[in-house]
């Protein structure tokens, strides 16, 4: 059985790697808004679907970018809680 200790310091470590984790997913959704900036900056007066639907498509990545980061920091906040109950 792990000591109080122990498990404090793991779920420190956690913590830690999904900290990681959002900065990691902050930097892709910013490298997505230059990529979603240089295609309309492209499509600019245009109407082309192949180029509009690559938007689209970036927009609903950073979408779900974006859900992940919240269940990430939720998990963080559910790890916090545990760990000042003990």
């Known amino acids: 059985m792990s000591s109080i200790g122990e498990i404090k310091a793991g779920l420190a470590r956690s913590r830690g790697e999904a900290e990681k984790a959002l900065a990691q997913l902050n930097s892709v959704n910013a490298e997505i808004d230059k990529t979603i900036t240089a295609l ?47």
């Open 40 to 86: 309309q900056a492209l499509a600019a007066g245009t109407q082309q679907p192949a180029v509009l639907g690559a938007i689209s498509k970036l927009g609903a990545a950073k979408q779900k970018f974006g859900e992940g980061a919240g269940l990430i920091r939720a998990a963080i906040d559910q790890t916090e809680k545990y760990s000042a109950a003990i």
